[in-house]
C-alpha cells in the first residue's frame, strides 16, 4: 500500500508560481513511478507531468511544458511540482499518482498505469 497526501495549493494571480509536493508513505513509497494529474470544473482529468523512480526521466503535457518542473527527493519521498507563469487555465484540482515499477527511468502518463491516488490539492489562479 502507497498513501499520498498532497499539499501547498492555494490562490495565487496569473503569472506568479507556486509549488505544490506529495508525500508518499508505505512499505514501496520508494518504488514508485510518479506523476502529477489536473482536473478542471466540468473537464475530465488530465495528465500533468511525470517522473521515473530514479528521478533522471520527467515528460511534460505540452500545456506545461516550458512553464512546470517535476521532481523528486526519494529520501523524503516526496514528488514536487514547481509551476511558473501559472495562467487561469492552470485553475484545477492537482492529483498526485504512484505506480509501482521495477524499472527505474521509465515513466507513466495514462491514469490507467496509476494504482494510489491522493485526495488533491487545490490550485486557483486569478487575473
Known amino acids: 500500500q502507497v498513501q499520498l497526501l498532497e499539499s501547498g495549493g492555494g490562490l495565487v494571480q496569473a503569472g506568479e508560481s507556486l509549488r505544490i509536493s506529495c508525500a508518499a508513505s508505505?512499505?514501496?513509497?520508494?518504488?514508485?513511478?510518479m506523476a502529477w494529474f489536473r482536473q478542471a470544473p466540468g473537464n475530465e482529468r488530465e495528465f500533468v507531468a511525470a517522473?521515473?523512480?530514479?528521478?533522471?526521466?520527467?515528460f511534460y503535457a505540452d500545456s506545461v511544458k516550458g512553464r512546470f518542473t517535476i521532481s523528486r527527493d526519494n529520501a523524503k519521498n516526496t514528488v514536487y511540482l514547481q509551476m511558473n507563469s501559472l495562467t487561469r487555465e492552470d485553475t484545477a484540482v492537482y492529483y498526485c499518482a504512484a505506480r509501482v515499477t521495477v524499472r527505474s527511468s521509465s515513466y507513466y502518463i495514462k491514469e490507467s498505469e496509476y494504482g494510489y491516488w491522493g485526495q488533491g490539492t487545490q490550485v486557483t489562479v486569478s487575473s
Open positions: 508505505g512499505r514501496t513509497a520508494s518504488d514508485n513511478a
Open positions: 517522473i521515473s523512480r530514479s528521478g533522471g526521466t520527467a
